[in-house]
């Protein structure tokens, strides 16, 4: 059984996977994350809407880091 690497050893191999997916082209790979990113907020806000407090006992969703 592989150890899975921790900390920085995961997001370089994130960001080499992103990179080789888009065939070394980085701005094609910004777009697709940026695409992605505007997507997820879409749909935090759609759940945003749908669900009701108690739901998730007054948890609010944040669009943005903490």
Known sequence: MREQPIGE???DDERAK???YHRGDTH???DT???DIR???RQLALTEGAMSRG???G???SYHRD
Request: charged share 25%; aromatic share 4%.
């Open 9 to 11: 050893a995961v997001e």
């Open 18 to 20: 992103v990179i080789a």
């Open 28 to 30: 094609a790979a910004i």
């Open 33 to 35: 994350l940026l695409e």
């Open 39 to 41: 997507h997820l907020r």
């Open 55 to 57: 739901m998730a006992r």
């Open 59 to 61: 948890w609010r969703p």
